[in-house]
């Protein structure tokens, strides 16, 4: 990635197109511009592999908006007077509104996840990766009344448009119809004394919504948990991510227990990992494979703001010269603002890409909660219905698994913390492709009908009955089951690397009785929910090393008939969830059985060369002798791995064998010729050659193999 921090250059190059990413690499929002830049280069490195933009590649500078308005007016200023196309980027709203009018004088479209509603109303270059704050403000009221019980807030909010605008579009409906009262408590001008504020909070706040950027919320939540004040705490999508509580690493309560002050902090997020769909968990994968860390909600929507970037580049008609920079900039403008249709909206990870009239994504929130440490998804989640024609709406509403809230429906969507853990894995037979497993599963989830009829995909033998958990209890609205479960399970193995192979055993269960949108199967993330890796029992001659949990998601693009699902182009979901058990072979177990009479062989084989010249006969019929009863040991191997396509490296061993006996018998023949010939000197060049090269070819083989599977041993 081009990094930034001068003007850029005028000149263009025909063949690449230039996006500016504008970021908080520095200063108080430095915790989440690393996750903006690798987003947005992500994208730009797919494109670029596939062959960029109509034969053009894709460049991207990368700024440091140093979460300053100030900065934020300097870098605007540079990146208007260079050669980018769009910008991406300024996460904070106040950064944000002090770079929007250069970026409008400049004919650059903005696309940012900066809340504030003045950003798209008096800015028509401005496009907002996520819904409107007031859209925000509106669905924290309607889950804290619908989902939370509360029918008292008090809003501690900073005052400026940020906080104004979230007080006010959660006020309108926190107490429309008289169903809630708000409290208002504005943070005074310049500094805050944050004890105070604490402490003129009431005895009973009811539910405390705080209306401020994360390092605001930083000092008022230290502080509010110092005091002992246990009420519980709503913010906006500024605290929904796990890089949220590294702001209080410096505090000496953190170090003793990361997630101390964050703890139980329910938070508005545009998406949370834990419950995504199927292509923002490979989002997630590819990003961790390249960053070595996973994304947050950050990362998934600058991604998506790049990919609308990149399909406005292709619609737009682009010159790509310094005289045609208006020009171009105003196009990418004009293809983003055409996203405003399903018929014109660009695929993105958690739905279409399409904006509304005032340019905000059309899109929804989600709500994690703080817990251990990690922010993860609410066991409730209020989900649109997206055609409620094809719902049964009074049954589904007589049974709540749909409210109705003002004109719309909902779905009451159920997470389901769900684990397993094994206790032995009692045979793996990679010939017939399954293994047999004991395990323990376990799900927590607010109860409905439903949740707990999943199936096995993969099991041949054994069974599952929902109705006998060995344990069952409730505590704090949740439901805990605990099944034992024990069967034969269909796998596939790729034994390439036989005998020093690793296998994934998953497991894997779905229920396909109810859709995504009703429940989601999520990885139990917490303490309590980790498997730990080796406590359970393997067959002989193989040791367990790990166990991962996915989610594990049932996805058909296809109507299946359905002319509804047809004409709207909505997908099928059914949520999943596997666990992958890593089984190793016993390495030494194989080698003491079947190459150590090999390397024994080998040696015989070996000991050939230094016959005298009488025994011609014994130097060609003991290696044949000997790779005859390499053959049957080979037959023996390949036996027991069955029909398979492809050749093992336990194979590759015995060729190698084969072909230093061809070597032997190949040295013996060479220097009876050069003998009969009277080249002596030669022949003993060959002999002495053979000694070397015999025992270099054995040595390099495991080598090779130690190198390779150093770590399986």
Known sequence: MTVAVGACPDAVAADTLTIAVAAPMSGGGKHIGPEIANAVQLLADETNAVGGIGGRLLTVRLFDDATSADVAKTIAAEISAGPALAVIGHAHSPVALAAAPIYRDGGLATLSSAAEGALTKDFATFFRIIPALDAQGRAAAIYALEELGQTRTTIVYRDDNFG????????????????????????????????????????????????????????????????????????????????FITLFKDEPEEAARPGYFAEGLYAMAPTILDTANKDTLDFALAYRARFGASPGWIGVKYYEAARAVVQALGRAAIGNTAQSRDKDRASVRQALAAMDSPSTAVGGLTGPILFDAERNRVDSFRVGRFQGGRF???????????????????????????????????????????????????????????????????????????????????????????????????????????????????????????????????????????????????????PSGRADAGSWRMPGQWDGRQVDRFRD?????????????????????????????????????????????????????????????????????????????ASVLLSG?????????????????????????????????????????????????????????????????????????????
Request: hydrophobic share 50%.
């Open 164 to 243: 104004r605008s979230l007080l006010h579009a959660y006020s309108d409906q926190f107490t429309k119809g008289g169903r809630g009262r708000v409290r208002a408590m504005p943070l005074p001008k310049g500094p805050v004394d944050w004890a105070a504020v604490v402490t003129d909070l009431a005895a009973d706040p009811g539910l405390i919504v705080i209306a401020m950027q994360d390092f605001d919320a930083k000092h008022f939540l230290a502080e509010k948990r110092r005091r002992g004040n246990e009420a519980p705490v709503l913010g906006s999508q500024a605290f929904a991510r796990d890089v």
């Open 376 to 526: 993860l998804s609410a066991p409730v989640q209020l989900v649109p219905v997206a055609d409620p024609r094809s719902v049964d709406l009074p049954r589904a509403m007589a049974a709540d698994t749909v409210r109705k809230i003002g004109q719309e429906h909902f779905w009451r969507q159920r997470i389901v913390y769900t684990g397993i853990q094994p206790v032995s894995i009692d045979k793996i037979e990679t010939k017939d492709g399954f293994f047999s497993a004991d395990f323990y599963m376990w799900m927590r989830f607010v109860e409905r009908e439903g949740i707990t009829a999943v199936q096995f995909p993969d099991m041949i033998r054994g069974g599952y009955n929902p109705a006998q958990p060995v344990a069952s209890r409730k505590a704090d609205g949740m439901t805990y089951l605990l099944y034992r479960v024990k069967g034969d399970f269909r796998n596939e193995f790729n034994l390439a690397d036989y005998p020093f192979d690793q296998q994934q055993l998953i497991i894997r269960l779905a229920n396909t009785h109810l859709t995504r949108e009703e429940v989601v199967y999520a990885v139990d993330a917490l």
């Open 553 to 629: 998601d049932l996805v058909s693009k296809g109507a299946l008939g359905d002319l509804d699902a047809m004409q709207s182009g909505r997908a099928l979901e059914f949520s999943g969830f596997k666990a992958v058990l890593m089984a190793q072979r016993q390495v030494m177990v194989f080698l003491r059985k079947n190459l150590l009479p090999l390397g024994l062989l080998t040696l015989v084989v070996y000991s050939t060369l230094f016959y005298p010249e009488s025994m011609l006969k014994e130097r060609l019929t003991v290696p044949v002798a000997a790779m005859l009863a």
């Open 637 to 713: 191997v390949q036996a027991r791995l069955g029909d398979i396509g492809y050749t093992t490296a336990a194979e590759v061993i015995f060729y190698i064998f084969f072909f230093a006996g061809l070597m032997a018998m190949l040295s013996a023949l060479v220097e009876e010729r050069l003998r009969l010939s009277n080249w002596p000197r030669l022949m003993i060049i060959v002999r002495r050659g053979s000694h070397i090269l015999f025992p270099l070819t054995v040595l390099a083989t495991w080598m090779a193999l130690f190198v390779q599977y150093r770590d399986r041993f």
